[in-house]
């Protein structure tokens, strides 16, 4: 098989969530050992095996945020997000900063590196911030980031029927649907994901 054929036959995805640790490596480690060439070699690895449009990433800091650079060179769409939590609001405000550092920065070419922000992911299923708390840090970042770049933030789709002033706030909506946690079985996973997009 060919190089152009395989490529042909590659499992076609709108893109995935990443994350550059390896076994022992977690965010946080003070101890983890990693730099750009394992973040790059991994994206490589994921470009080989499937074509994709884009990444998504949950962190800013910690050395995450050369992720967005190397996406781009690679040509993907680059979906990054600050991860909020209810520990450090000093943790919390190093996120959106460096969140809001990324979004401003500019590839060779003169390209935003940051096509989507994402202000959290599931703060408010694990009440870690408010909604109110949680709109504040949305508009925030929206008040320090180029206009070409969308904004929004990650939860269960439950979230969003219980807050729905939250859609007006976003730019899009990334919406989590977990079958599994909704103990719903295999055989009806696919069709318990698509009646949520009704």
């Known amino acids: 098989m060919g190089n152009e054929e395989e490529r042909e036959n590659r499992i076609q995805l709108k893109g995935f969530c990443f994350s550059p640790y390896l076994e022992g490596q977690s965010p946080g480690n003070p101890n983890q050992q990693w730099n750009e060439s394992q973040i790059e070699n991994r994206l490589i690895e994921m470009t080989k095996r499937c074509q994709v449009e884009g990444i998504r990433t949950y962190g800013s800091s910690n050395e995450l945020q050369s992720i967005s650079f190397i996406a ?53 299923l694990r009440k870690d911030l408010t909604i109110d708390e949680l709109i504040k840090c949305i508009q925030f970042v929206r008040d320090r980031i180029p206009h070409q770049v969308q904004i929004t933030t990650a939860e269960p789709y439950g979230m969003y029927y219980k807050y729905p002033q939250l859609i007006q706030h976003l730019d899009l909506v990334y919406v989590h649907i977990y079958a599994y946690w909704d103990q719903i079985n295999v055989q009806s996973a696919i069709h318990h994901t698509q009646s949520h997009f009704k």
């Open 72 to 124: 781009k060179r690679l040509g993907l769409r680059t979906s990054i997000g600050a991860w909020l939590s209810i520990p450090s609001k000093s943790n919390n405000d190093l996120e959106l900063n460096q969140l809001i550092q990324q979004c401003n920065q500019r590839d060779e070419r003169g390209n935003l590196i940051v096509d989507v922000a994402i202000v959290g992911n599931e703060v408010l």
